[in-house]
């Protein structure tokens, strides 16, 4: 592959075809998505969170799936996203995306020989051998072979975004750059240039119109009833489970256990810890729980009608939902039970707040953080002459929206509530098509011949500054 410096503007022999290939990374509440161009689905997929032990001078970080899910002494858990999907902490951000980008895609370039210490004049002064230590730290940047093309929330802000474009440029030594937003990027996985991108994620639910590739920001959409709102859905049903509350107890805690028959207390021997781990890596591992527990046994409630309400017999649809056959579900210490109409309960709080389980630390939700309220709002923002278009190109992604029954239960209300145009929805069946459409509609674009041109170079950045990327990624 040829070397390309990072203070050579990109051209069309290098960018446009095979030569370089460029990185696409994808960052979220969750995980952070990382791969290459032109690949169907991101080689290294990395959970968001990170471990921390020690502290002052003695701090370290952990990253990865292996290492944040090992109770080490003290251990606490940490996300450097804010809740509404932006970057908080961009000092341990930038080493999480460091690292997926180095440990899965890219490997450190070997240093010169020449410069190792072993040939070292003995009479060399001080300043020699700082300049050399520089020359070698510059030249293992991660990046100063790929050009990269990054997503970003429909409301990120300048500051962030500028912050994105500092960090692959100078940290990273990038030769070209691009910022493209999550929600256009998921509506060209699709194969549609305009679509309304409802993605329901772990911190949010957002939805975003595209029309002809752009997005309408006037009628970007969230609210927190998403994935996590969900978990403590869960909780909660947990906690007021009868006869007996639902204890989670973490399979790092479990030292022994028994079979036991439904219902019954769970026989198990837990594990004790001279330096236990932090109460955030306990609360991480029973997410771990919660996530197996929506992916198995949650349902959402299918329609016609809320859960709430009455079927067209009469009976309310509890009762229908309890005559149905239920699902069971066995947690780490042995414990087990089958969950009937309960398994549509966690859910149900994302389309009618009204049936959302609530306590002091969880509040009833607002009508209006609905899913459905908003993407009432989001198509009240655009003009008249392209709501059809956009109910007709309806978009699906997040790894929330892969609960069983979900993509149902929106068509349904979808079509209730705009009965003119036919409904149709774009939710793919295949997993990661539908948890990484965002990272797939970057790795097409930027794979693209075409796509050369736009591309932010080093040397524009050098020229501009970081306030380029205002005025070039719209």
């Not at 060399?124 to 050399?132: I, L, S, Y």
């Not at 940047?141 to 990120?156: I, S, V, Y």
């Not at 969950?339 to 009508?367: C, H, I, M, V, W």
């Not at 079509?415 to 939710?427: C, D, F, N, Q, T």
Request: some cysteine.
């Amino acid at each position: 592959m040829a070397t390309q410096s990072s203070a050579v503007a990109p051209s069309q022999q290098e960018y446009g075809g095979d030569e370089i290939s460029a990185l696409v990374l994808d960052p979220g509440y969750s995980t952070v998505r990382a791969g290459f161009a032109g690949e169907d689905v991101p080689k290294a997929v990395l959970p968001s969170y990170y471990g921390t032990t020690g502290s002052g001078s003695d701090r370290k970080f952990v990253f990865g799936d292996n290492s944040i899910h090992t109770p080490l002494p003290g251990i606490s858990i940490g996300n450097p996203m804010s809740k509404d999907g932006n970057v908080e902490d961009w000092d341990t951000a930038t080493k999480l995306w460091e690292y997926a980008i180095t440990s899965r895609l890219t490997t450190s370039k070997p240093a010169n020989p020449m410069l190792n210490g072993m040939n070292d004049d003995s009479k060399e002064n001080g300043a020699d051998v700082e300049m050399k230590i520089e020359e070698t730290e510059d030249a293992e940047k991660p990046l100063e072979e790929n050009p990269l093309l990054m997503t970003e929330t429909g409301w990120n802000s300048g500051k962030g975004r500028e912050k994105g474009i500092e960090i692959a440029m100078e940290s990273w030594g990038a030769p070209a750059f691009w910022l493209a937003r999550s929600g256009v990027l998921a509506a060209f996985s699709a194969g549609k240039p305009s679509a309304l991108v409802i993605d329901v994620g772990a911190s949010n639910i957002s939805i975003t119109p595209v029309h002809d590739g752009m997005i309408l920001k006037k009628g970007v959409a969230r609210s927190p009833l998403a994935g996590n709102f969900v978990s403590d859905q869960l909780r909660l049903l947990f906690s007021t489970s009868t006869p007996n509350p639902i204890r989670l107890a973490p399979h790092y805690l479990i030292n022994t256990k028994s079979p036991v028959d439904a219902g019954q207390p769970p026989q198990a021997t837990y594990r004790t810890f001279a330096t236990p781990p932090h109460d955030s890596f306990r609360r991480f591992q029973e997410e771990r729980i919660l996530t197996e527990f929506k992916e198995t046994v949650v349902n959402v409630w299918p329609g016609p009608g809320r859960f709430a309400g009455h079927s067209q017999s009469g009976t309310t649809n509890e009762e229908v939902a309890k005559a149905q056959q239920g699902k069971s579900f066995e947690f780490p210490d042995g414990y087990n039970q089958m969950f009937g109409a309960e398994r549509y309960k966690a859910a149900e709080g994302l389309f009618d707040a009204k049936s959302a389980l609530s306590d002091a630390n969880n509040p009833t939700p607002q009508a209006s953080q609905t899913l459905m309220a908003l993407i009432q709002h989001s198509l009240a923002q655009v003009d008249v002459d392209i709501r059809t278009q956009l109910i007709q190109n309806v978009v699906v992604t997040g790894g929330t929206s892969l609960l069983h029954g979900f993509t149902d239960r929106l068509n349904q209300e979808l079509s209730a509530l705009y009965p003119g145009p036919r409904v149709r929805i774009s939710a793919p069946g295949n997993l990661y098509e539908r948890k990484f459409a965002s990272w797939i509609g970057g790795s097409i674009l930027a794979s693209l011949g075409t796509f050369h041109q736009m591309w932010i170079s080093k040397k524009e950045y050098d020229e501009h500054g970081s306030g380029i990327v205002e005025k070039r990624c719209k």
